[in-house]
Protein backbone atom coordinates (compact mmCIF):
# COMPACT_ATOMS: atom_id res chain seq x y z
CA UNK A 1 0.00 0.00 0.00
CA UNK A 2 1.59 3.37 -1.02
CA UNK A 3 0.25 6.31 0.65
CA UNK A 4 1.03 10.00 0.47
CA UNK A 5 0.32 12.62 2.66
CA UNK A 6 0.89 16.14 1.63
CA UNK A 7 1.89 18.90 4.29
CA UNK A 8 2.68 22.60 4.84
CA UNK A 9 -0.25 24.29 2.86
CA UNK A 10 -1.90 27.67 4.89
CA UNK A 11 -2.67 31.20 4.16
CA UNK A 12 0.46 33.14 2.81
CA UNK A 13 1.24 36.93 1.37
CA UNK A 14 1.86 38.04 -2.01
CA UNK A 15 6.01 37.94 -2.26
CA UNK A 16 6.26 35.32 0.66
CA UNK A 17 7.72 32.01 -0.04
CA UNK A 18 6.86 28.43 1.45
CA UNK A 19 8.04 24.71 0.96
CA UNK A 20 5.18 21.98 1.02
CA UNK A 21 6.11 18.38 2.11
CA UNK A 22 4.97 15.06 1.00
CA UNK A 23 5.75 12.36 3.21
CA UNK A 24 5.23 8.75 1.40
CA UNK A 25 5.25 5.11 2.54
CA UNK A 26 5.00 2.00 1.01
CA UNK A 27 8.07 2.85 -1.58
CA UNK A 28 11.28 3.80 -1.64
CA UNK A 29 11.29 7.07 -3.54
CA UNK A 30 13.79 6.23 -6.13
CA UNK A 31 12.04 3.41 -7.52
CA UNK A 32 9.63 6.04 -8.67
CA UNK A 33 8.93 9.48 -10.44
CA UNK A 34 7.51 11.59 -8.02
CA UNK A 35 5.99 14.99 -8.87
CA UNK A 36 3.80 17.84 -7.57
CA UNK A 37 0.45 19.19 -9.08
CA UNK A 38 -2.10 21.72 -8.45
CA UNK A 39 -5.94 22.78 -9.17
CA UNK A 40 -7.24 25.56 -8.85
CA UNK A 41 -11.24 25.69 -8.78
CA UNK A 42 -12.59 24.53 -11.65
CA UNK A 43 -10.28 23.91 -13.44
CA UNK A 44 -8.11 20.36 -14.24
CA UNK A 45 -4.98 19.47 -12.37
CA UNK A 46 -1.66 20.97 -13.90
CA UNK A 47 1.35 19.52 -13.65
CA UNK A 48 4.54 21.44 -11.89
CA UNK A 49 7.21 19.47 -10.94
CA UNK A 50 8.48 16.03 -11.18
CA UNK A 51 12.27 14.36 -9.48
CA UNK A 52 13.15 10.64 -10.59
CA UNK A 53 15.96 7.60 -10.72
CA UNK A 54 18.66 7.44 -8.70
CA UNK A 55 20.39 10.92 -8.88
CA UNK A 56 17.31 12.61 -8.77
CA UNK A 57 16.84 14.86 -11.94
CA UNK A 58 14.21 17.27 -11.76
CA UNK A 59 11.79 18.43 -14.39
CA UNK A 60 9.54 21.74 -14.56
CA UNK A 61 7.21 22.85 -16.69
CA UNK A 62 7.95 26.13 -18.21
CA UNK A 63 5.70 28.46 -16.48
CA UNK A 64 6.96 27.52 -13.13
CA UNK A 65 10.45 27.26 -13.77
CA UNK A 66 12.88 29.87 -11.59
CA UNK A 67 10.35 30.22 -8.90
CA UNK A 68 9.60 25.85 -7.97
CA UNK A 69 11.88 23.53 -6.99
CA UNK A 70 11.38 20.14 -6.18
CA UNK A 71 14.06 18.37 -3.95
CA UNK A 72 13.66 14.97 -2.03
CA UNK A 73 15.26 13.25 1.01
CA UNK A 74 15.57 9.72 0.45
CA UNK A 75 16.24 9.10 4.28
CA UNK A 76 12.94 11.00 5.09
CA UNK A 77 10.77 9.53 2.22
CA UNK A 78 9.93 12.42 1.60
CA UNK A 79 9.77 15.35 -1.16
CA UNK A 80 9.31 19.04 -1.04
CA UNK A 81 8.22 21.55 -3.20
CA UNK A 82 9.12 25.04 -2.87
CA UNK A 83 8.12 27.95 -4.11
CA UNK A 84 9.18 31.76 -4.03
CA UNK A 85 7.99 35.18 -4.78
CA UNK A 86 3.96 33.63 -4.33
CA UNK A 87 1.73 35.22 -6.19
CA UNK A 88 -2.57 35.09 -6.08
CA UNK A 89 -2.91 32.84 -9.27
CA UNK A 90 -0.78 30.30 -7.10
CA UNK A 91 -3.33 30.17 -5.03
CA UNK A 92 -4.77 26.40 -5.73
CA UNK A 93 -4.41 22.72 -3.75
CA UNK A 94 -1.02 21.15 -4.37
CA UNK A 95 -1.04 17.58 -4.60
CA UNK A 96 1.99 14.91 -4.89
CA UNK A 97 2.14 11.84 -6.99
CA UNK A 98 4.08 8.82 -7.63
CA UNK A 99 4.49 6.96 -10.79
CA UNK A 100 5.93 3.46 -11.45
CA UNK A 101 6.81 3.95 -14.50
CA UNK A 102 9.33 6.71 -14.72
CA UNK A 103 11.44 7.22 -17.86
CA UNK A 104 13.63 10.03 -17.77
CA UNK A 105 12.81 10.76 -21.86
CA UNK A 106 9.79 10.98 -21.27
CA UNK A 107 9.31 13.68 -18.56
CA UNK A 108 11.91 15.84 -20.39
CA UNK A 109 9.34 16.42 -22.87
CA UNK A 110 7.12 17.95 -20.53
CA UNK A 111 4.17 16.15 -21.47
CA UNK A 112 3.37 14.86 -18.21
CA UNK A 113 -0.20 14.74 -17.19
CA UNK A 114 -2.52 13.45 -14.33
CA UNK A 115 -2.80 10.35 -16.06
CA UNK A 116 1.03 9.14 -15.66
CA UNK A 117 0.55 9.06 -12.48
CA UNK A 118 -0.32 5.96 -10.00
CA UNK A 119 -0.93 7.18 -6.45
CA UNK A 120 -1.83 10.41 -5.24
CA UNK A 121 -2.17 12.47 -1.93
CA UNK A 122 -5.08 14.23 -0.59
CA UNK A 123 -3.94 17.59 -1.27
CA UNK A 124 -2.90 20.44 0.58
CA UNK A 125 -4.45 24.19 -0.18
CA UNK A 126 -2.63 27.29 -0.49
CA UNK A 127 -3.99 30.05 -0.13
CA UNK A 128 -1.78 33.65 -1.53
CA UNK A 129 -3.37 37.00 -0.38
CA UNK A 130 -3.07 40.11 -1.66
Known amino acids: QVNLVESGGGLVQVGDSLRLSCAVS????????MAWFRRVPGKERKFLAAIGGDEGRTYYTAAVRGRFAISRDNAKNTIYLEVINLKPEDTAVYYC???????????????????????WGQGTQVTVSS
Open 97 to 119: AADRDYNDYFYGLDLLDDTDFDF
Open 26 to 33: GQTLSDFG
